[in-house]
């Protein structure tokens, strides 16, 4: 059982947005600002999106964008594209013995 | 742009240790403005962190895997290994190298991975 609750998969039409939300504690994600979210497409290795709840690396759409309110962040992708069909990983740093912890990941399915 | 870039067997059979090396290239792990670390991924699960190591050598490793895990580094040759003994069917995934951000712990850039089986 994963440290961080997300739900098992979402799904959208192209062009329309999805938020995934990703569910911790106040040991986690919100106690600290340090989520990070991860894409990973079948076969790949996972690639970094957003990280610091709210931060997009170089390179990454503007279409994604992330958030927290509470014990939960949440992963929003707006415009959606074929290409976004993947699955989506969240993390956080915590501050039990395990330093890094992942959600369980969800499947976004583009209709 | 910084790549790395996971080596070792393939195949390993139970109760022997585990092995990988992943290579760093367009960045020096000597620099010491991150840490080094190992991620693995059982088939169709999810990611699990397993530690990581700085340049001067010390270490982190996740409590779950902690009595079975060595990482170590080789600046000489901007390398650092996962070392993983006593492994069963469990310990069955892909493996990962990446770079993490002492910061805010996120992983900023990560090897293609590399799939290890245990079994006889």
């Known amino acids: 059982q994963s440290a961080l609750t997300q739900p098992a998969s979402v799904s959208g039409s192209p062009g329309q947005s999805i938020t995934i939300s990703c569910t911790g504690t106040s040991s986690d994600v919100g106690g600290y600002n340090y989520v990070s979210w991860y894409q990973q497409h079948p076969g790949k290795a996972p690639k970094l999106m957003i990280y610091d709840v709210s931060n997009r690396p170089s390179g990454v759409s503007h279409r994604f964008s992330g958030s927290k309110s509470g014990n939960t962040a949440s992963l929003t992708i707006s415009g959606l594209q074929a290409e976004d069909e993947a699955d989506y990983y969240c993390s956080s740093y915590t501050n039990s013995s395990t330093l890094v912890v992942f959600g369980g990941g969800t499947k976004l399915t583009v209709l | 742009q910084v790549q790395l870039q996971e080596s070792g067997p393939g195949l390993v059979k139970p109760s022997q240790t585990l092995s990988l090396t992943c290579s760093v290239s367009g960045g020096s792990i000597s620099s010491g403005d991150y840490y080094w670390s190992w991620i693995r991924q059982p088939p169709g699960k999810g990611l699990e962190w397993i530690g990581y190591?700085?340049?001067?050598?010390?270490?982190y490793y996740n409590p779950s895997l902690k009595s079975r895990v060595t990482i170590s580094v080789d600046t000489s040759k901007n390398q650092f290994s996962l070392n993983l003994s006593s492994v069963t069917a469990a310990d069955t995934a892909v493996y990962y190298c990446a770079r993490q951000d002492p910061g805010g712990q996120q992983l900023d850039y990560w090897g293609q991975g590399t799939l290890v089986t245990v079994s006889s």
């Open positions: 190591i700085y340049y001067s050598g010390s270490t």
